[in-house]
């Protein structure tokens, strides 16, 4: 089994070999060993496995003999295209699987398990895996699943694991559950390490997201389309690779499954672009990089009604003023930070794009900004994708192909990390 998987034969032999890479995604070409244990939360494991072979990786499952218990390795087997490791013969699979895969992602985790592993034991095919990749100095993944109290006992456990540098997805807590997280979140964390590892330990990094509304009166705004989803899609990557984040956000509409916001360090949810101003200034002092993502309104009503105006009014004239410009006060705030900022313009040509990014880049002395076409299907407002010109201070450029806007994340989080290392922007 030396070697790397044949992507072509393996396509041949099985139709589950249709989905993969369906959904673009950074696994493409890689090889992962799925860790299946004794969980109640097993089930959704096989829909895990689906979604990492959308993302472009050939998956192989591997499963304790409680697992088997609870759900057949023939599902698994439909599920990935691939037979179910279920026992250790004298194939030694558990060698050639650490070998030819590039990780070993334990999905659901249970206690027994991550106290085998632990402890450098290796009784189940899943943490004899686990064992054997750790000492080839393969990435191993666990994402942990069980009752509120028994987490609550393996917080140390969990400790240890990170000190012998294992990865540990918390779960998500809710009632007496600590439960299996979302599997488009378990996935994207996946991919996130394995394209990037903890390459931002150690950096503080705040984001803002989403529109502000500006009240004209207690039940009309002023807002715009921004969902948040760029925005938020910064946060959780930086979060998954190692940063300390705060998110400043606005009204969100994401489109998340719920407890995405259990990953970050800190959320201030706001409304005005007022409290934003107020938020990122309370929080941008000892930021490392900072991502200007949301839509912040540039104008409001000078002055709101305090009352609903009658709807029998008729014509309405409203006079508006200027908001503050919060990327303007946030950089002399904080004149040692990266800052990057967000252009969402309606140009009519990518020479025209960068242009009006370079105007806002010296406005504003800004590190970078990311210049987005409004117009363009596929990078508007509310896209799941997005595509981008991104300009430095030091007269760079980078275009960002259309793409997932958490892979787009993942490519800003790279230039912010080069900026950042070669040192911000002089500024007075």
Same mark, same amino acid.
């Given at each position: 089994?030396?070697?790397?998987?044949?992507?072509?034969?393996?396509?041949?032999?099985?139709?589950?070999?249709?989905?993969?890479?369906?959904?673009?995604?950074?696994?493409?070409?890689?090889?992962?060993?799925?860790?299946?244990?004794?969980?109640?939360?097993?089930?959704?494991?096989?829909?895990?496995?689906?979604?990492?072979?959308?993302?472009?990786?050939?998956?192989?499952?591997?499963?304790?003999?409680?697992?088997?218990?609870?759900?057949?390795?023939?599902?698994?087997?439909?599920?990935?295209?691939?037979?179910?490791?279920?026992?250790?013969?004298?194939?030694?699979?558990h060698v050639s699987l650490a070998r030819l895969c590039d990780a070993v992602l334990v999905a659901p985790a249970s206690l027994d398990t991550m106290a085998e592993i632990v402890g450098y034991r290796a009784s189940t095919p899943v943490s004899a895996l686990a064992q054997e990749a750790a000492g080839l100095g393969k990435p191993v993944l666990l994402v942990p699943a069980m009752h509120l109290g028994m987490w609550r006992r393996a917080s140390r456990l969990v400790e240890e694991l990170e000190k012998q540098g294992f990865y540990v997805m918390r779960p998500v807590l809710e009632g007496e559950q600590a439960k299996y997280p979302p599997v488009e979140l378990v996935a994207w964390w996946t991919e996130a390490l394995l394209a990037r590892g903890r390459d931002l330990e150690g950096l503080r990094v705040l984001v803002t997201a989403g529109p502000t509304r500006e009240h004209?009166?207690?039940?009309?705004?002023?807002?715009?389309?921004?969902?948040?989803?760029?925005?938020?899609?910064?946060?959780?990557?930086?979060?998954?690779?190692?940063?300390?984040?705060?998110?400043?956000?606005?009204?969100?509409?994401?489109?998340?499954?719920?407890?995405?916001?259990?990953?970050?360090?800190?959320?201030?949810?706001? +409304?005005?672009? &007022?409290?934003?101003? *107020? =938020?990122? %200034? !309370?929080?941008?002092?000892?930021?490392? @990089? #900072?991502?200007?993502? /949301?839509?912040?309104?540039?104008?409001?009503?000078?002055?709101?009604?305090?009352?609903?105006?009658?709807?029998?009014?008729?014509?309405?004239?409203?006079?508006?003023?200027?908001?503050?410009?919060?990327?303007?006060?946030?950089?002399?705030?904080?004149?040692?930070?990266?800052?990057?900022?967000?252009?969402?313009?309606?140009?009519?040509?990518? +020479?025209?794009? &960068?242009?009006?990014? *370079? =105007?806002? %880049? !010296?406005?504003?002395?800004?590190?970078? @900004? #990311?210049?987005?076409? /409004?117009?363009?299907?596929?990078?508007?407002?509310?896209?799941?994708?997005?595509?981008?010109?991104?300009?430095?201070?030091?007269?760079?450029?980078?275009?960002?192909?259309?793409?997932?806007?958490?892979?787009?994340?993942?490519?800003?989080?790279?230039?912010?990390?080069?900026?950042?290392?070669?040192?911000?922007?002089?500024?007075?």
């Open positions: 089994m030396e070697g790397r998987w044949e992507p072509m034969l393996w396509g041949r032999l099985h139709p589950s070999s249709g989905i993969v890479g369906e959904k673009r995604g950074d696994l493409e070409g890689r090889c992962i060993a799925l860790g299946v244990t004794g969980s109640a939360a097993i089930y959704r494991s096989l829909d895990l496995a689906r979604l990492l072979m959308r993302y472009g990786a050939v998956v192989r499952v591997v499963m304790t003999p409680a697992a088997a218990e609870l759900v057949s390795p023939t599902l698994f087997e439909w599920a990935t295209g691939m037979p179910a490791v279920t026992k250790m013969t004298g194939a030694i699979e004209i009166d207690p039940v009309r705004v002023i807002t715009n389309p921004s969902t948040g989803k760029m925005g938020v899609s910064l946060a959780l990557e930086a979060a998954w690779r190692g940063a300390r984040v705060t998110l400043v956000h606005g009204p969100l509409c994401t489109g998340l499954p719920q407890g995405w916001q259990g990953y970050l360090d800190e959320t201030v949810g706001v +409304e005005t672009a &007022e409290e934003m101003r *107020r =938020a990122v %200034l !309370e929080k941008i002092r000892g930021t490392d @990089v #900072a991502f200007y993502a /949301a839509a912040v309104a540039d104008y409001r009503p000078s002055r709101a009604s305090p009352g609903k105006v009658p709807t029998e009014t008729g014509r309405l004239v409203l006079e508006l003023e200027p908001t503050p410009k919060i990327v303007e006060e946030a950089v002399k705030a904080a004149p040692r930070a990266v800052h990057v900022g967000f252009a969402a313009e309606t140009a009519g040509s990518d +020479e025209e794009l &960068e242009a009006r990014a *370079r =105007a806002k %880049l !010296e406005r504003y002395m800004l590190d970078a @900004v #990311a210049a987005n076409n /409004a117009l363009e299907p596929g990078a508007a407002f509310a896209s799941d994708t997005n595509r981008l010109i991104v300009v430095t201070w030091r007269g760079g450029r980078e275009e960002i192909p259309r793409m997932p806007k958490r892979m787009v994340a993942r490519r800003l989080l790279d230039i912010a990390a080069r900026l950042h290392r070669e040192g911000p922007r002089p500024r007075p």
